[in-house]
T-cell receptor, first 110, second 116 residues
């Protein structure tokens, strides 16, 4: 079983829809990251969480440490949000190394 | 700031050839790492470093060597390329230490490597 599981693997939405991507993990962590990989291949960091909730523009990330679960929400989705969203955790005692989920491919149709 | 600079962007090798993927960062980050990304799999750690002169193996180190002679540079060497090393490679860096949980990972733009 993978230590970091994301769902769904693929997601197609209509422009304007509210989107949720889920991440569950099975190890103790010091932080959780959400990353975005665009079709061109570049990877950028969206959020780092160790507790609670963070918001940046139309993106919201939440984490429940007790349930070992995080969600990434996108409000009022737009075609430019089409990308692969990757969850990664920094496990405790891992010397800073991250464990990555396989990613969720999001396609937002106009 | 240039951030993390990774070269080359594309490379084709024949089986048995060697090459070095370059990675440089200008953010004075202690932590640097190399990953490979294959279809249907998450990013997998090849090697990492927490400072100049310090390197360690990740999840998939076989066939790859690294060195860290300076804080800025972290090259990845393929000693004898094999078709199984066909992949997209990413270099990344971040701060390291007690506050590292609050440090984002900065990625290079990737190298698409094909070994024939």
């Amino acid at each position: 079983k993978n230590e970091v599981e994301q769902s769904p693997q693929n997601l197609t939405a209509q422009e304007g829809e509210f989107i949720t991507i889920n991440c569950s993990y099975s190890v103790g962590i010091s932080a959780l990251h959400w990353l975005q990989q665009h079709p061109g291949g570049g990877i950028v960091s969206l959020f780092m969480l160790s507790s609670g909730k963070k918001k940046h523009g139309r993106l919201i990330a939440t984490i429940n440490i007790q349930e070992k679960h995080s969600s990434l929400h996108i409000t009022a989705s737009h075609p430019r949000d089409s990308a692969v969203y990757i969850c990664a955790v920094r496990s405790t005692g891992s010397q800073g190394n991250l464990i990555f989920g396989k990613g969720t491919k999001l396609s937002v149709k106009p | 700031n240039a951030g993390v600079t990774q070269t080359p962007k594309f490379q084709v090798l024949k089986t048995g050839q060697s090459m070095t993927l370059q990675c440089a960062q200008d953010m004075n980050h202690e932590y640097m790492s190399w990953y490979r990304q294959d279809p249907g799999m998450g990013l997998r750690l090849i090697h990492y470093s927490v400072g100049a002169g310090i390197t360690d193996q990740g999840e998939v180190p076989n066939g790859y060597n690294v060195s860290r002679s300076t804080t800025e540079d972290f090259p990845l060497r393929l000693l004898s390329a094999a078709p199984s090393q066909t992949s997209v490679y990413f270099c990344a860096s971040s701060r390291y230490g007690d506050s590292s949980y609050n440090s984002p990972l900065h990625f290079g733009n990737g190298t698409r490597l094909t070994v024939t």
